[in-house]
């Protein structure tokens, strides 16, 4: 088993309070768990009203898929026009045989 691990930092321009940040980082998260059947979870920046840092685990049976999965998430926060993805990490491990 392989695990992909992405660290996503986001810019949400335009936001004027925790509350508005609340309801687009919700939506997002929601919209990856729907779509791609990844984790995620907020984990940085939340006491931020234009920022956002999200932490998704992806488990694949190859790093290739992995990878692949790294990149729908990447293209499909990039694709919404409230935030914009300032930073991505990847990182890939691998489990036990």
């Known amino acids: 088993?392989?695990?992909?691990l992405l660290d996503l930092d986001l810019h949400?321009?335009?936001?004027?309070?925790?509350?508005?940040?609340?309801?687009?980082v919700k939506s997002a998260i929601a919209t990856l768990r729907r779509e791609l059947n990844v984790?995620?979870?907020?984990?940085?920046?939340?006491?931020?009203?234009q920022r956002a840092g999200l932490g998704v685990a992806i488990a694949a049976t190859s790093e290739v898929g992995g990878r692949k999965v790294a990149?729908?998430?990447?293209?499909?926060?990039?694709?919404?026009?409230r935030l914009e993805v300032v930073d991505v990490?990847?990182?890939?491990?691998?489990?036990?045989?």
Do not use: N
Request: no cysteine.
């Open 12 to 24: 949400l321009p335009g936001l004027g309070s925790l509350k508005e940040k609340r309801g687009v």
């Open 39 to 49: 984790s995620v979870a907020e984990v940085d920046h939340q006491d931020l009203w």
């Open 71 to 81: 990149q729908q998430v990447e293209a499909m926060l990039g694709r919404d026009p």
């Open 1 to 4: 088993m392989i695990v992909v």
């Open 89 to 97: 990490t990847v990182d890939v491990v691998a489990g036990e045989p």
